[in-house]
């Protein structure tokens, strides 16, 4: 079997091929368009394993935009006691879930 770990958004991913993933989003990708992850930092192929130093320069992960979306609410809340201040805000992530296609 093999797999990747690849590096998107600030975060890194183990991807394989068939795996859906949600990455944060990319803004010029829509839902059916395909994406191409170039910052590749560890290819495993069976019993051969590639490690980048930072990056593998001929490796690719491809993959398809399935869908796009907001994660659920975070409530953040600011309070200072005795000072008669609070503040409430929510904050929604967008994200993009990609379908991996190929390991190379």
Sequence with gaps: MSFAI???GGKQYRVAAGDTIS??????VKVGDKVKFDRVLLV?????VK?????IAEAAVAGTAVAQGRAPKVTVIHFKAKSNYKKKAGHRQPFLRVKIDTVS
């Design 23 to 28: 990455v944060e989003k990319l803004p010029e």
């Design 51 to 55: 490690i980048g130093t930072p990056l």
């Design 6 to 8: 690849i590096e998107t």
């Design 44 to 48: 495993a192929q069976g019993d051969e």
